[in-house]
Nanobody, 125 residues
């Protein structure tokens, strides 16, 4: 069973940047991988996802142009570069693997069945 471990979260000021990492261990498979976030009292929402080969990506409208998802398959690690952070980006960020889609990037959390423990991102305005 694979394990996903997020890192890189923390407190920042509005306008600053953070880079999150998601390390996937316990498997040699390369999954379509997504980032989701959940703020207090809100549902978990899609942020970004990347295909197994890194060529295809998908972003939520709220982060387009500010966030960039990428991956290094030699390390089985997926990254989320977050620039121009806003207070409303404050949330726990989770990475997740879609183990059953080979090419189609899906944006619903229900399609992702392997999750990390999350990393907190707090943006002060």
């Amino acid at each position: 069973q694979e394990q996903l471990v997020e890192s890189g979260g923390g407190p920042v000021q509005a306008g600053e940047s953070l880079k999150l990492s998601c390390s996937i261990t316990g498997t040699s498979r390369i999954y379509i991988t997504g980032w989701f976030r959940q703020a207090p009292g809100q549902e978990r929402e899609f942020v970004a996802a990347i295909g197994w080969d890194g060529r295809s990506t998908s972003y939520a409208d709220s982060v387009k142009g500010r966030f960039t998802i990428s991956r290094d398959n030699t390390k089985n690690t997926v990254y989320l570069q977050m620039n121009s952070l806003k207070h409303e980006d404050t949330a726990v960020y989770y990475c997740a693997a879609d183990r059953y889609s080979w090419t189609k990037i899906r944006t619903s959390a229900t399609n992702y069945d392997s999750w990390g423990q999350g990393t907190q991102v707090t943006v002060s305005s």
